[in-house]
């Protein structure tokens, strides 16, 4: 994310819950081949930027839209596939991650 002077910042987090267990989840793979996983009803940014980002929960995600990156490009969704895994809800200060592969999503 990005302060009002467009310098790069790190927002808090203040709470980290893991979740018990293997719980259904989403695969979301991208033009880069790397993947992000979530749950079904986790808020996914698509659009071409940060600033024109719109909220869509990862159930509604398609194949050809795009997810935001920090690094200003978007990422063009590949697949998006039914998966298991361990998921971590991460919660920060300005509701909003950038994961390794720079895509950014929602905490909530």
Not at 7 to 15: G, I
Not at 17 to 43: M, P, Q, R
Not at 51 to 60: L, V, Y
């Amino acid at each position: 994310l990005s302060s009002e002077d467009n310098a790069d910042v790190c927002s808090e987090v203040y709470y980290t819950f893991a979740h018990e267990g293997i719980s259904g989840a989403l695969e979301v793979e991208l033009e880069d081949f790397t993947k992000v996983t979530v749950s079904d009803n986790h808020l996914l940014y698509t659009g071409s930027t940060f600033a024109s980002r719109e909220a869509t929960m990862a159930k509604h995600v398609k194949i050809g839209d795009k997810l935001v990156s920090s690094d200003g490009s978007a990422k063009a969704v590949l697949s998006v596939k039914d998966t298991a895994a361990e998921l971590v809800n991460v919660l920060t200060m300005e509701g909003s991650i950038e994961l390794e592969n720079g895509v950014i999503i929602s905490t909530h």
